[in-house]
């Protein structure tokens, strides 16, 4: 079955470091991978779209990029600030059913 | 101001009995979308509409119904079927399938 499958092991990194989360996505070829932040008890929030023929795609402190070979999207966040803990969500929005990911908790410490 | 609500914010129903969680929109989106939530995992899918008057199961449609009657409102009720239905509920919207989706503030259901 499709799958999209993201570390659930939390990520906890320093402040002013650059934080790296993965999205593996297996038996299928997304058209296009989207990244979303969630805070605890709320509703998770867009961040950014990649299509399948952009390699990398960024937004402020954002990138993200689209491997096809590897099979993988990776999501970096720059200069990382207390404020950007939070789960980061990958999803397949491309298709008639959208697929998302568990999830990767950051934690970035002052 | 433009955005998708959902209410209640929390919902505490007895064993056996339907609940209907409400969604509105005020974006002028086609799309709209039923998730669920549990702790530690993803967002699960269990009904989507592209259009008014048109909803399509998800992944895990059973114990639920939906209708699309306006283009800005979407209820799920979760009925007596659901046999595990204590959850966080998300509705979400999007200008057409597959387009990034905006999401409601969500509602905790649960069932005593």
């Known amino acids: 079955s499709q799958k999209i499958e993201q570390n659930s092991e939390a990520l906890n990194i320093q402040e002013g470091k650059t934080a790296t989360l993965t999205c593996n996505y297996t038996n299928y070829s997304p058209a296009y991978l989207q990244w979303y932040r969630q805070d605890p008890g709320r509703g998770p929030v867009f961040l950014l779209l990649?299509?399948?023929?952009?390699k990398e795609k960024r937004k402020e402190r954002l990138k993200v990029t689209f491997d096809t070979t590897l099979k993988q999207s990776l999501f970096h966040i720059t200069a990382s600030q207390p404020a950007d803990s939070a789960t980061y969500l990958c999803?397949?929005?491309?298709?008639?059913?959208?697929?998302f990911g568990a999830g990767t908790r950051l934690f970035v410490k002052a | 101001d433009g955005g998708i609500t959902q209410s209640p914010k929390y919902l505490f129903r007895k064993e056996g009995q339907n609940v209907t969680l409400s969604c509105e929109q005020n974006?002028?989106?086609?799309?709209m979308y039923w998730y669920r939530q549990d702790p530690g995992q993803g967002l699960r899918l269990i009904y989507y509409s592209q259009i008014v008057n048109d909803f399509q199961k998800g992944d895990i449609a059973e114990g639920y119904s939906v209708s699309r009657e306006k283009k800005e409102s979407f209820p799920l009720t979760v009925t007596s079927a659901q046999k595990n239905p204590t959850a966080f509920y998300l509705c979400?919207?999007?200008?057409?399938?597959?387009?990034?989706?905006?999401f409601g503030p969500g509602t905790r259901l649960t069932v005593l």
């Open positions: 990649i299509r399948e023929n952009e």
């Open positions: 979400a919207s999007s200008i057409v399938q597959g387009d990034s989706q905006f």
């Open positions: 974006l002028n989106h086609d799309a």
């Open positions: 999803a397949d929005t491309g298709g008639f059913k959208t697929i």
